[in-house]
């Protein structure tokens, strides 16, 4: 049985708020005390709930039959989630310097912002769709 769209969307809104307070904490954390950073929980919670947040996000993509390549805002939102993801693994991990891992997390944070703007405005434009 097919899960009911409202159902879909509550999840997957539900997890990206979820999402954006773990990387939100775990930013925090690795400003000021990236040795919370190894705590096992902090390994795991936040990939379940990203698997999660892109599970839905594939199951309404099926549900509504909007696929990226075919409608601007789902492939501005799938090209906003790659920059995320990349910014997120330099905030957290891959960056070589305190500087620029607080770089990336900003930015991780403005492009988060953005797929938000695009969701809600189903243009690629984001908050300058309005204008």
Request: charged letters at 10%; hydrophobic letters at 60%.
């Amino acid at each position: 049985m097919l899960v009911a769209y409202p159902t879909l969307k509550m999840v997957h809104v539900g997890s990206a708020v979820l999402s954006l307070a773990l990387f939100s904490v775990r930013g925090a954390w690795m400003m000021v005390s990236p040795a919370r950073l190894g705590q096992p929980w902090v390994k795991v919670v936040p990939h379940v709930v990203d698997t999660v947040l892109l599970g839905s996000a594939i199951a309404l993509a099926i549900a509504i039959g909007n696929y990226p390549g075919t409608h601007a805002w789902l492939t501005a939102k799938v090209a906003g989630l790659v920059a995320y993801v990349v910014l997120g693994s330099i905030a957290l991990k891959r960056g070589r310097t305190r500087a620029i891992r607080v770089a990336a997390f900003f930015a991780a944070l403005a492009v988060f912002a953005y797929i938000v703007s695009v969701a809600v405005t189903k243009s690629p434009a984001g908050p300058l769709a309005r204008f």
